[in-house]
């Protein structure tokens, strides 16, 4: 059987366009690291404690002056990795679509961020969630476990999710997955170290279009190859999947049911866009509370696309 890496390889082209993407997310770091270096050294050399705490919002917050679309595809792009690209299709694929039904339960959770979440941590002023306990247990200590763990936890969540898109470039590529994993991290760490949440949510921002380009031709052309939505649909039904879909057991011992499905996903989109500090860090940044709870009632329909994509993966 002849090797995939042979069949399928990256060309010339695709060297550049990735390469470029890379460079172009460096770039965006650097240009708001400069305006802030010229801000600091040429507009105002020296500055108040007040302008200070400003300057500290200004890169951790991007002056609580970001705008309701950047950081909702930024939100969206946070939590979705080559991971959840790669691997739900997959599971799919074998287990039948009763893991998306999760999905239907994202807008009770946005619902209930947009409305207890966001006005509590907004109000605050805080610029993390670590920093409301802090305040609301009046322990330190506390404070600095969480963030801890957070952190430990952030650093699992980051090599798996760079591992795995490694993993799939290096099988149609020369690189070896360890030079990849520092190509990747290395041009995240600079940006986001550079330009603080502004660069962040603006190369989010830019790789959402190309996922969202991606995974639309994905579905187009596999609905073409396939012989249209109608075909899709009466192999999806003769292989089963539909039946495993609809499935209302109440056994724990099953691999998943309905039920199931819509537990654990409630809890999941709340433990990620409720209070993870990620998602807090990005509601902050809106200038009002309305504009957060906006961008709750937002984000539900950019996650559509890719429900289709899982579903025809």
């Not at 705008?67 to 991971?83: D, E």
């Not at 799939?168 to 020369?174: E, H, K, M, P, Q």
């Not at 209302?248 to 691999?255: H, R, S, V």
């Not at 500090?277 to 539900?300: H, T, W």
């Amino acid at each position: 059987m002849e090797n995939v890496a042979s069949t399928y390889s990256l060309t010339l082209l695709d060297y550049i366009v990735f390469g470029g993407f890379l460079c172009i997310s460096v770039g965006v770091g650097i240009y708001y690291a400069l305006l802030d270096i010229i801000r600091k050294h040429l507009v105002r050399p020296e500055q108040s404690s007040t302008e200070q705490k400003c300057k500290t919002e200004e890169y951790l917050l991007g002056g609580r002056q970001m705008p309701i679309v950047p950081v909702a595809l930024s939100l969206l792009t946070t939590f979705l990795s080559g991971i959840t690209l790669l691997g739900t299709p997959a599971e799919i694929f074998k287990r039948g679509g009763l893991w998306a039904i999760g999905y239907f339960m994202a807008p009770l959770a946005f619902i209930i961020t947009g409305f207890i979440f966001i006005p509590i941590f907004y109000e605050l002023k805080t610029t993390s969630v670590y920093e409301y306990l802090e305040l609301r247990f009046h322990s330190p200590m506390l404070r600095r476990l969480c963030s801890g763990a957070f952190v430990v936890n952030t650093l699992v969540f980051l090599g798996a999710v760079t591992y795995a898109p490694a993993v799939a470039l290096s099988g149609v590529t020369n690189l070896e997955v360890w030079i990849l994993i520092l190509l990747v991290g290395v041009s995240s760490t600079l940006y986001t170290t550079l330009g603080g949440l502004k660069a962040v949510v603006w190369t989010d921002t830019l790789q959402a279009g190309v996922m969202y380009a991606g995974i639309g031709f994905i579905v187009i052309k596999g609905t073409i190859d396939c012989g249209g939505v109608g075909r899709v649909f009466e192999v999806v039904e003769a292989s089963g999947r539909i039946e495993n879909t609809m499935r209302f057991d109440l056994n724990p011992a099953q691999y998943h049911s309905v039920w199931m499905a819509c537990l654990t996903a409630t809890a999941q989109w709340l433990a990620l866009y409720g209070f993870n500090q990620m998602s807090i860090q990005r509601y902050c940044s809106l200038p009002s509370v309305k504009d957060g709870k906006f961008l709750a009632n937002l984000r539900e329909g950019r996650l559509t696309l890719f429900q289709l994509k899982k579903w025809f993966g």
